[in-house]
């Protein structure tokens, strides 16, 4: 009998998570994946499947061309919750669904959800 892997246990945790956490233009689901070097955040309204704020630690800084300072660490995390939150913000979002993407609610996921609080969102 073969073993699952991590990530396809990640994957039918995620699924179950999906069944009852849905996005709606009110309230849109703030999905989080964190990959081993870097950490992402979208913004989802699933009744259009349309991303409307997204933040990674792989974005670019102006004009240098440098990623923007922040790694997938947990410095990095934190500094993605806050600027998800503030692209939400503009977007007129002020309250969201948490979906943390088959990941435990702990260490980058947390201090993510933590700053993306911080910086206004509701959930």
């Given at each position: 009998?073969?073993?699952?892997?991590?990530?396809?246990?990640?994957?039918?945790?995620?699924?179950?998570?999906?069944?009852?956490?849905?996005?709606?233009?009110?309230?849109?689901?703030?999905?989080?994946?964190?990959?081993?070097?870097?950490?992402?955040?979208?913004?989802?309204?699933?009744?259009?499947?349309?991303?409307?704020?997204?933040?990674?630690?792989?974005?670019?800084?102006?004009?240098?061309?440098k990623t923007?300072?922040?790694?997938?660490?947990?410095?990095?995390?934190?500094?993605?919750?806050?600027?998800v939150a503030?692209?939400?913000?503009?977007?007129?979002?002020?309250?969201?669904?948490?979906?943390?993407?088959?990941?435990?609610?702990?260490?980058?996921?947390?201090?993510?959800?933590?700053a993306a609080?911080?910086?206004?969102?509701?959930?």
């Open positions: 009998m073969a073993r699952d892997s991590k990530n396809q246990i990640r994957l039918r945790i995620h699924t179950r998570i999906r069944r009852k956490v849905a996005g709606t233009p009110e309230r849109p689901r703030l999905a989080v994946f964190r990959s081993v070097n870097h950490i992402y955040a979208q913004v989802i309204d699933d009744t259009k499947g349309h991303t409307v704020a997204a933040a990674a630690s792989t974005e670019k800084a102006g004009s240098t061309g923007a300072g922040v790694g997938g660490n947990l410095a990095g995390a934190k500094a993605i919750g806050k600027l503030e692209r939400a913000q503009d977007k007129g979002i002020k309250a969201v669904v948490f979906d943390r993407g088959g990941y435990h609610y702990h260490g980058r996921v947390k201090a993510l959800a933590d609080r911080e910086a206004g969102l509701e959930f």
